[in-house]
């Protein structure tokens, strides 16, 4: 088992939890699978082409993953840590806007 | 433990500093040097809202001797419940006079340049140049990337901190030592795809632990004592009261801090990701798919069949509501689509437009044609047609 933090603003897409238990034998597995378990994640994670986003930065027991190393190999109790682009601050307009 | 640019030869503290400062004097860590580092340093913080609020107050009572403030907004009553260098007695000024009234008020030793203008790529050289470091306490992503390219570009450490409603990042970018912000992140994401705060809000003491967090990073740079956040991130969720860091590595093919950068000046950064920093009005629909609020009510008031449709979530409804409206949240639009009667006009409102213009895209690129977005959402409405609801 993987388990996965979901960072606050991709959690509306994952019934609002922060940690996901998940399955896979390397990180593109895990991400499919939990892209399997909460579709909703899926157009947030990876583009029509199916390859990932290039802004969804994933960190794997707290060291970065490169954008083309999907096929790193998982391990039981490993940590995959989803970090995502936040603009932070009081909110602007115009800017990006939050889910709901 | 790189050292920063600060030249305290010849700074001497008075008796009433001395006395001011007594509880970093007795640290060995800090001491009369320590002290008269920080009363030499200079340091600018971009934005003076729920970031720069603590940063900018910490960085006065510290003592740091020279603090540079940049906003160009107004306080607002809603400021209030997180920006807290700001008070009800300075509602409607300029902020960065609001701030600096305070800080001199915290500490008159210091010294307090203001700066009551937009951060663009046309000022910012001018802006940074006689600071050492800067603060990023920005809220879009336009000045983020600018805060980080001037830095780069300058050689300057930036001590960035951000906030997404009960989370916070905090790191030090310097790309002579670690890597920049652009290193993690190359590219914003598009206009829509990935959630900022606007709309989301944000938890108002959050901004606070984030905003002191970087305050400590920049007097730790400023005195050069600690270990600084250099090629750490830290990622801090105040619902489960916890920390996780990341470990962050170099960018070899960065676009402005590698051996063979692509940029080597400033950019126009609103381009670069798709949305404006500084235009309020930008974002808007095209004035053919938006309805005034009065517009609206005098319609109605004719008896039109308009179907309103409610796209904020349902505890807003709590707040306030528009009699005859259906609620459908933004994020479950897209499932209820068939809900929706393409031949009926149809009016889309949340709280003050944003997310209803997003529905519309939605609806819009669905083939819906008879749509109107309410201009303002319902605090315009509040506003303009029924002063009994509140306004959030």
């Known amino acids: 088992m993987i388990d996965i933090r979901i960072p606050a603003p991709l959690r509306p897409y994952a019934d609002g939890q922060k940690e996901i238990g998940v399955s896979g034998e390397t990180i593109a597995e895990a991400l499919e699978d939990l892209a399997r378990r909460y579709p909703a994640m899926q157009p947030h994670l990876f583009d029509e082409g199916g390859a990932l986003r290039p802004y969804v930065n994933l960190f794997l027991n707290g060291q970065e993953v490169g954008p083309f190393n999907g096929g790193t190999r998982l391990h039981s109790g490993d940590r995959l840590v989803i970090v995502p682009s936040i603009a932070g601050g009081a909110p602007a307009a115009g800017a990006p806007l939050a889910p709901g | 433990m790189p050292d920063l640019d600060v030249y305290p030869n010849g700074s001497q503290l008075s008796h009433e500093e001395i006395r001011r400062y007594s509880r970093h004097l007795l640290m060995p860590e800090v001491g009369l040097d320590g002290q008269k580092r920080l009363k030499a340093a200079s340091v600018l913080v971009i934005g003076t809202g729920g970031l720069g609020s603590p940063v900018a107050l910490y960085l006065a009572a510290a003592g740091v001797g020279r603090i540079g403030l940049v906003d160009y907004d107004v306080v607002e009553f809603t400021n209030l419940q997180r920006q807290v260098i700001h008070g009800t007695s300075t509602l409607g000024v300029e902020k960065v006079i609001s701030a600096r009234q305070r800080l001199l008020d915290l500490?008159?030793?210091?010294?307090?340049?203001?700066?009551?203008?937009?951060?663009?790529?046309?000022?910012?050289?001018?802006?940074?140049?006689?600071?050492?470091?800067?603060?990023?306490?920005?809220?879009?992503?336009?000045?983020?990337?600018?805060?980080?390219?001037?830095?780069?570009?300058?050689?300057?450490?930036?001590?960035?901190?951000?906030?997404?409603?009960?989370?916070?990042?905090?790191?030090?970018?310097?790309?002579?030592?670690?890597?920049?912000?652009?290193?993690?992140?190359?590219?914003?994401?598009?206009?829509?795809?990935?959630?900022?705060?606007?709309?989301?809000?944000?938890?108002?003491?959050?901004?606070?632990?984030?905003?002191?967090?970087?305050?400590?990073?920049?007097?730790?740079?400023?005195?050069?004592?600690?270990?600084?956040?250099?090629?750490?991130?830290?990622?801090?969720?105040?619902?489960?009261?916890?920390?996780?860091?990341?470990?962050?590595?170099?960018?070899?093919?960065?676009?402005?801090?590698?051996?063979?950068?692509?940029?080597?000046?400033?950019?126009?950064?609103?381009?670069?990701?798709?949305?404006?920093?500084?235009?309020?009005?930008?974002?808007?629909?095209?004035?053919?798919?938006?309805?005034?609020?009065?517009?609206?009510?005098?319609?109605?008031?004719?008896?039109?069949?308009?179907?309103?449709?409610?796209?904020?979530?349902?505890?807003?409804?709590?707040?306030?509501?528009l009699a005859g409206a259906e609620l459908?949240?933004?994020?479950?639009?897209?499932?209820?689509?068939?809900?929706?009667?393409?031949?009926?006009?149809?009016?889309?409102?949340?709280?003050?437009?944003?997310?209803?213009?997003?529905?519309?895209?939605?609806?819009?690129?669905?083939?819906?044609?008879?749509?109107?977005?309410?201009?303002?959402?319902?605090?315009?409405?509040?506003?303009q047609v029924d002063p009994s609801l509140a306004i959030y």
């Open chain 2, 107 to 321: 500490n008159p030793d210091i010294r307090v340049d203001v700066y009551n203008e937009p951060f663009t790529s046309e000022n910012a050289a001018r802006i940074a140049e006689p600071y050492a470091l800067i603060v990023d306490g920005t809220d879009n992503f336009p000045t983020r990337y600018l805060v980080n390219d001037i830095c780069v570009l300058t050689g300057k450490p930036n001590v960035y901190g951000s906030i997404f409603r009960f989370e916070g990042q905090v790191s030090v970018f310097w790309a002579k030592h670690g890597p920049c912000y652009r290193c993690l992140f190359p590219e914003p994401p598009p206009p829509g795809l990935v959630p900022s705060c606007a709309e989301g809000g944000v938890f108002g003491v959050l901004p606070g632990t984030i905003g002191t967090l970087q305050a400590a990073e920049t007097l730790k740079l400023i005195l050069g004592i600690g270990e600084p956040l250099l090629g750490r991130l830290l990622l801090y969720d105040a619902l489960s009261q916890s920390f996780d860091e990341v470990r962050l590595k170099k960018n070899p093919h960065c676009r402005i801090c590698s051996d063979k950068p692509e940029i080597r000046e400033l950019i126009d950064y609103e381009a670069f990701c798709g949305v404006p920093g500084h235009d309020r009005e930008a974002g808007r629909l095209s004035q053919e798919w938006e309805i005034e609020p009065r517009d609206l009510a005098a319609r109605l008031a004719r008896g039109e069949k308009l179907r309103l449709i409610d796209v904020r979530e349902p505890h807003e409804l709590q707040i306030s509501q």
């Open chain 2, 328 to 383: 459908i949240p933004l994020g479950s639009l897209a499932a209820r689509m068939h809900e929706l009667d393409s031949a009926q006009e149809t009016v889309l409102f949340c709280k003050s437009g944003s997310r209803s213009a997003r529905a519309l895209e939605l609806l819009a690129g669905a083939g819906f044609r008879k749509l109107k977005n309410l201009h303002g959402g319902i605090n315009a409405w509040a506003e």
